[in-house]
């Protein structure tokens, strides 16, 4: 059975190339007939990991190619996913199943929502891809993949093509506690970053919002009856900061490169969130405020 992967960006590429040179079929789905040509001209995909450059040549389609999707990976940003998606919608089968690499919340309950007869695997990702170059893709950060089902079920047998792909994974429980917790680490630490125009080490400067924006996290999750998420988040977000002292977040980088920034998933979730649940969360309300702000006067979408 193929693994169809959505979106060619840097983490849609991280699973094609590796699942592709372990024996695994894989095909793409390109955006537009223009994606496609330029797909075609290169060839295929080349993977830049410790220093080797490795090439593959995976078949790739556009979303209205007829064959059924069984397996798709979506790794395009939160806020093309579910459109994404839909553009497919005809093509996925009844026992699909669909892998969803997403950052922060919202997206992936939107789409589970919208298709109920699908099996929707929502994934915690803390390995690092950067695209240097159309179609190339390096491999920046060995991390882990955590996947889940939030409606519980059984554990994939495909899990196997993972392990063959050389894919680290492991199938969590109480994936939602992890994305929470994710969630919460990013709002804590990416915001400040860009609006003290600083690397993550920087913020040390600033332990007291720091240490105020973990207590409302913390109180958010727990109201959330995330109340594991929310253990030691202060201690975590320190370690996080001190450990990736030299980098750039990925929100700063984003606002950097003038790319639309995943703050409506983020910040806009945990706003939303605390709001529906009638909890008063002014430092990040706050917070949310001053980085859309920020984000308007450089001519980006405040979403
Ligand atoms: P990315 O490099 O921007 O890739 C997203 C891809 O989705 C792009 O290639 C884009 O196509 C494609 N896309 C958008 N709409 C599409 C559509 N309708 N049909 C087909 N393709 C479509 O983003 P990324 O860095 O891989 O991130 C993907 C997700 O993973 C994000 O939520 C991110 O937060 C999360 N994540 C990333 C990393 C990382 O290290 N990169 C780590 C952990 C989590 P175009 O090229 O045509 O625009």
Known sequence: MSWHILGAGALGSLWATRLARSGVPVRIILRSAQRLIDYQHAGGLTLSEAGQSSFHSIAAELPDATTPIQRLLVACKAYDAEAAIAQLSPRLANSCEILLLQNGLGSQQAIAERWPQVRCIFVSSTEGAYRDGPMQVVFAGRGQNWL?????????????????AGIPQIWSSDILTRLWRKLALNCAINPLTVLHDCRNGELLQHREQLAALCEELSTLLEANG??????????????????????????YQDVRLGRRTEIDYLLGYACRSAYSLGLVVPLLHDLHRQLREHLSLRGLPTD
Do not use: K
């Open 226 to 251: 995330q109340a594991t998420a929310a253990i030691d988040l202060h201690g975590e977000v320190l370690r996080v900061i001190e450990a990736t002292a030299v980098n750039y977040s990925s929100m």
């Open 148 to 164: 889940g089902d939030p409606n519980g079920g059984s554990v994939p047998s495909w899990l196997g093509d993972l392990d063959q």
